[in-house]
């Protein structure tokens, strides 16, 4: 009986099909969660979320966020991490299935270059969640920061205070927008 490889059994799914020939649509989602409070990334909500809808019981997440929201999430949902003191240490030698960040990031490295570090610290198929801001305008250097470092742009979050309305014409209170990175399965990642 051939033996059979699991490792991308929980990978993220690949985009597929095309708007604009050759970029593959990107679905975007509304999470009703609360905005985090003054000086942290996200609010426990956000964590919780995070963790439960990219990662399983065991796997790996390298915490790069500003606050406790998602140490207590990784924790609850009984993951692994390497946490707040990682930024200063190293990541570890494992790859992670997730890895959770700010932006701008706290990095003397270019845009590409930290992409680039997240991209060898994943496993095929992870993911990486950037936090920034509501701003129209950001996201599109994140993407293609991310992009150039080989890293496919898959989901974009927009976390809301209260969740859409079906037949109410009410605007979203949007705070945070959370960019979903992905090393595809075919990608080379973890390879430190």
């Known amino acids: 009986m051939p033996m059979t490889d699991n490792t991308n059994r929980y990978s993220a799914p690949v985009p597929v099909g095309d708007v604009v020939p050759g970029i593959p649509p990107v679905p975007i989602t509304v999470w009703p969660v609360p905005a985090p409070r003054k000086g942290d990334t996200m609010s426990n909500q956000m964590g919780v979320r995070l963790v439960h809808n990219l990662t399983h019981p065991g796997e790996l997440i390298i915490d790069l966020v500003d606050g406790p929201q998602l140490a207590r999430a990784v924790i609850a949902a009984s993951r692994r991490s390497h946490l707040q003191a990682a930024r200063q240490t190293g990541w570890g030698r494992e790859p992670a299935r997730l890895i959770v960040t700010g932006w701008p990031v706290d990095s003397p490295?270019?845009?590409?270059?930290?992409?680039?570090?997240?991209?060898?610290?994943?496993?095929?198929?992870?993911?990486?969640?950037?936090?920034?801001?509501?701003?129209?305008?950001?996201?599109?250097?994140?993407?293609?920061?991310?992009?150039?470092?080989?890293?496919?742009?898959?989901?974009?979050?927009?976390?809301?205070?209260?969740?859409?309305?079906?037949?109410?014409?009410?605007l979203l209170d949007i705070h945070t927008d959370v960019l979903i990175m992905t090393l595809s399965a075919a990608g080379s990642g973890g390879g430190r």
């Open 109 to 170: 490295a270019s845009a590409v270059e930290f992409f680039g570090r997240c991209r060898d610290a994943l496993l095929p198929g992870g993911c990486v969640a950037v936090l920034l801001g509501h701003d129209v305008t950001a996201p599109v250097d994140v993407i293609i920061a991310a992009k150039e470092a080989g890293l496919n742009y898959l989901q974009h979050i927009v976390a809301a205070d209260q969740p859409p309305r079906p037949r109410m014409q009410t």
